[in-house]
């Protein structure tokens, strides 16, 4: 259990103004689910997703600037690899969705 940042989707951020949201992740292994919640103490708010429909999972690390690149750092920032917090996170794939998510 614990506390990562949630990337927001393309449509999740059209509809809201911040492009990510802190949630509380649980993997359960005795009920073979992961979710998340928005408090510690709150029971799961969305479909808890059965470790059957897991597809993959992958560890993202932010990109480095290059010492070669001619973007600023203003340019960088706001490229779509840089709204990721430094360091590095995980890319949870499932059958119905892709979470991109930050420590």
Not at 44 to 53: A, D, K, L, Q, S
Not at 69 to 91: K, V
Request: charged fraction near 20%; hydrophobic fraction near 35%.
């Amino acid at each position: 259990r614990g506390w990562l940042l949630k990337v927001k989707s393309e449509t999740a951020k059209a509809r809201w103004w911040s492009g990510a949201d802190w949630r509380y992740w649980t993997l359960d292994f005795g009920s073979q689910v992961v979710y998340y919640t928005h408090s510690e103490d709150q029971r799961p708010t969305n479909r808890p997703i059965p470790f059957r429909e897991i597809l993959g999972a992958e560890l993202l690390q932010t990109p480095s600037p290059s010492p070669a690149s001619a973007q600023s750092s203003a340019s960088a920032a706001a490229s779509s690899s840089s709204r990721a917090p430094p360091g590095g996170g995980l890319l949870l794939r499932t059958q119905s969705r892709t979470f991109e998510l930050f420590a």
